[in-house]
């Protein structure tokens, strides 16, 4: 179970590291500078912890899958990125994948 809290902090780090890269402004602010790189070498650790148990094609479908949602969550919050119809479902797809790769897939290695 503890590599699923591995993927989830990966997962996390990466999110946080993608959204600072935005505030970064092409690395010209120093903070949001500093979380890019700490931000993409704790998810690049947990998700080598994470292969060791769950296998790469799942681990990193999950990782994009709910990445990509995260991503597009917060900056829809705190860039004002505009959400239409076609990438609500396209978002609501892609929760569905996950959620049946987690419920219904033998390779998940739970």
């Known amino acids: 179970m503890k590599h ?13 590291a993608t959204s600072s890269l935005k505030a970064s402004e092409g690395f010209s602010k120093f903070w949001p500078s500093v979380l890019v790189v700490l931000g993409f070498a704790v998810a690049f650790y947990f998700l080598s912890l994470t292969l060791k ?3 790469i094609g799942i681990a990193y479908a999950v990782w994009s899958g709910v990445g990509i949602v995260l ?3 917060i900056s829809w919050f705190l ?4 959400l239409d119809l076609p990438a609500l479902i396209g978002i609501a797809l892609i929760i ?12 998940v290695g739970h």
């Not at 569905?96 to 390779?107: E, L, R």
């Open 4 to 16: 699923w809290l591995f993927l989830a902090t990966a997962i996390v780090a990466e999110t946080i």
């Open 53 to 55: 148990v769950i296998p």
């Open 71 to 73: 991503i597009t969550t």
């Open 79 to 82: 860039f004002g990125q505009k």
């Open 96 to 107: 569905a994948g996950v959620v049946i790769m987690q419920v219904f897939s033998k390779a």
